[in-house]
């Protein structure tokens, strides 16, 4: 990111600032924090002073909750920007999520609570059946040949076999990569190349609101361009006809059943890689952020702990899809680290009407619900008729992550959803930070709607400029990480110096969220969206040059570039300006050709990705590096006009042009 953007961005920031302006309070229900992990603010308070003068002793004393093969010899290693922790210990996570749990007085307990989309199929999954399962899913991948250290990618919908497939991989350290469900063909092949993988877990579809989503016909055509696959698993979820190539595509079922019940975990170093994630950049290819085992483990198990302050008799459900980091740390190895009940849904809230969530919760008596706001501002959209229908006093806790939730969706939230009575916890982290880094704890930390409030314990965040010095109380600036943190990511798969300059240095000495925050004067973090031009669309991050280089990939366009546009509903809704070529500049149909490119992107990249809006421009502002402005067509497409600083435009005419544009 360049500085000029940085400092752009920062200004941009104050403006924020002074416009959310909140003031309301909640205080921890008296009853609540009696039974909470932390009951006062006082004592997390001293947890936290405890935790930040050593953060060394607070992280091991945590990591001695979870089961390890042979103790670490030190703590922590860290040459910014390599952290190494937990150095020399051994431990496997699939063994501290189902082994530990099989034996004992949890062995008949839930794991998996899983409700299928269609017709209220409903799976109960306990922990000692679950160890059975992903013992012979291990090895299911053992016997094609699958080792400690390959890469298998995942690409499956939101079905207890995925949960089963990310933990047969951790327990024979085949380093996973779970790719959404929803992305197509060409995204699928990037990520399988960039890995290499040796295999892919796939199902013959999915139901996403009562249609199928054909994801083994989606993997053939990625085939066509991954030399590196070897095996293709397939489950049968949805029955319908697929081709199945001999010798290299397996079905699921018959590939368990020919192996034995029993594969012992493979004890894994605490920095040997647990999985790679893609997640989008400003620039270039995705990055493939790569977590490791013993610091990711204990970070996520800690954080589930205290922040969802989890109990025996919960049944917990975050909502994300495994797709996605909050599926990995907060749906699978957090919660199951815990050996908590973990409902699972396959479709959409939506589906087959709007209530479908709260029926859910009625029905399974959900204690503790973990969403997005761009879901809570759909349901707001829907009407509370839907949520009224049903009992929802199962609930005793909410969260949000994804993006910063507006205070009236936090409101409605609140009150709609936890009937007043339940905290809610704001968590924000990233990809990169693997789990929650400043959130609330709940039974003891006053909640102020819009605000993820205060940090996690051991972790350091802080409000600087670009030098690194802190911003006073109030003000806008960059919000970095002071020192590293256990589930930080290590680095960028087959790029450790992206990882360096990405994250490591635009601050001196910080970890660089690319986040903007202020602090209020009691300390509270208000988070103000991505400084850089990553567009956030339902809480999912989208690079923009991931979208522009589909566009690009048509036939008529020339270039394009996109923004990121308030949504009231997404978040952000992505703006594309696309010049065409010039014997196409004259269309016989404009509309039809936007159409066109809006599908043409859908196809490419996947339906997340598809353009709101299409504009199309004579020419795009530029640097004279060359670079084009998205800051400048971010304010137009947002406010219909540029005011903004436009002294490293290269060319002004190309303003006046775009607004001729704008009006034509
Ligand atoms: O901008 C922040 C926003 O989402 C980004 C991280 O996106 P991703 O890596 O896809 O992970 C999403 C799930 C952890 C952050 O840099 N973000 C996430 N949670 C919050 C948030 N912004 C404000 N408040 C949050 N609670």
């Not at 993988?197 to 054909?214: K, M, N």
């Not at 990995?328 to 849904?345: D, E, F, I, K, R």
């Not at 005793?396 to 993006?403: A, S």
Request: with cysteine; charged share 25%.
């Amino acid at each position: 990111m360049s500085m000029e953007t940085l400092s752009a961005s920062i200004a941009s920031g104050q403006n924020l600032q002074s416009i959310l302006r909140e003031n309301r309070v909640f205080s921890p229900d008296a009853g609540f924090a009696a039974k909470a992990h932390v009951q006062s603010l006082e004592e997390y308070r001293a947890i936290y002073a405890r935790s930040i003068a050593d953060p060394e002793a607070f992280w091991a004393e945590a990591a001695r909750e979870l089961d390890w093969f042979q103790p670490w010899s030190r703590v922590l290693d860290w040459k910014l920007p390599e952290a190494r922790w937990f150095v020399d210990g051994k431990l496997n996570l699939c063994h501290n999520c189902v082994d530990r749990h099989a034996v004992g007085t949890r062995s008949e307990k839930t794991a998996l609570l899983w409700v299928g989309e269609p017709s209220d199929e409903v799976r109960r999954i306990s922990y000692r059946e679950l160890h059975e399962q992903v013992q012979r899913a291990a090895n299911g991948l053992k016997s094609l040949g699958i080792r400690k250290g390959d890469r298998v990618a995942i690409y499956m919908g939101m079905t207890p076999e995925l949960a089963i497939a990310v933990l047969a991989c951790a327990r024979i350290g085949a380093v996973h990569s779970v790719i959404f469900g929803g992305f197509a063909a060409s995204a699928i092949a990037d990520r399988v190349n960039d890995a290499q993988c040796v295999a892919i877990l796939t199902q013959d579809g999915s139901w996403r609101r009562g249609a199928e989503i054909p994801l083994k016909a989606t993997v053939d055509q990625a085939l066509a361009q991954t030399p590196s696959v070897k095996h293709v698993v397939v489950l049968r979820r949805t029955g319908s006809a697929i081709a199945m190539q001999a010798g290299r595509d397996h079905w699921w079922h018959e590939l368990i059943d020919s192996v034995q019940p029993v594969c012992a975990a493979e004890p894994m170093d605490s920095e040997d890689p647990l999985y790679i994630l893609y997640t989008s950049g400003t620039t270039g290819k995705p990055k493939g952020l790569v977590h490791t085992t013993g610091g990711y483990g204990v970070q996520t198990y800690l954080t589930t702990k205290y922040i969802f302050d989890l109990r025996e008799e919960d049944v917990y459900w975050c909502t994300a899809d495994i797709g996605w980091v909050t599926g990995h740390s907060y749906v699978v190895y957090g919660p199951l680290a815990n050996g908590a009940t973990v409902l699972m849904y396959e479709g959409a809230p939506n589906y087959p009407d709007f209530s479908r969530f709260w029926k859910i919760i009625e029905e399974h008596k959900v204690t503790v619900f973990y969403t997005a706001p761009t879901a809570i501002r759909a349901f707001m959209k829907w009407g509370d008729e839907h949520v009224e229908r049903n009992d929802l006093s199962s609930l005793r806790l909410l969260g949000t992550v994804g993006e910063p939730i507006n205070p009236e969706a936090w409101m409605w939230y609140r009150e709609k959803i936890g009937g007043g009575r339940c905290p809610i916890v704001d968590t924000w982290w990233q990809t990169e930070t693997g789990g929650i880094m400043v959130a609330p704890m709940p039974g003891a930390v006053p909640t102020k709607p819009g605000s993820a409030t205060l940090p996690f314990f051991g972790i350091e965040p802080d409000v600087v400029d670009r030098s690194g010095n802190p911003v006073p109380a109030g003000s806008g600036g960059l919000l970095v990480i002071r020192r590293p943190w256990p589930s930080m990511a290590r680095t960028v798969y087959g790029d450790a110096e992206r990882y360096r300059k990405t994250y490591w240095s635009d601050v001196p000495g910080c970890y660089f969220t690319g986040d903007g925050a202020r602090r209020d004067e009691d300390g509270y973090l208000w988070l103000m969206g991505r400084v850089d031009d990553v567009i956030n669309v339902s809480g999912h991050r989208l690079g923009t040059m991931e979208v522009e280089s589909a566009l690009v990939a048509h036939a008529k366009v020339a270039e394009a570039a996109v923004v990121g546009r308030p949504d009231a509903l997404k978040g952000q809704a992505i703006v594309a300006f696309v010049t065409l070529e010039t014997e196409h500049s004259k269309p016989e149909s404009l509309p039809a050709l936007k159409d066109e490119l809006k599908q043409w992107v859908t196809q490419e990249i996947g339906a997340l990705a598809r353009p709101e809006e299409i504009r199309f421009a004579d020419v795009l502002p530029k640097t004279r590096s060359g670079k084009i402005m998205r800051r400048l067509l971010r304010e137009l497409a947002t406010t219909g006009s540029i005011v903004g600083d436009t002294t490293t435009l290269e060319d002004f005419s190309s303003l006046a042009k775009l607004r001729e544009d704008e009006e034509s």
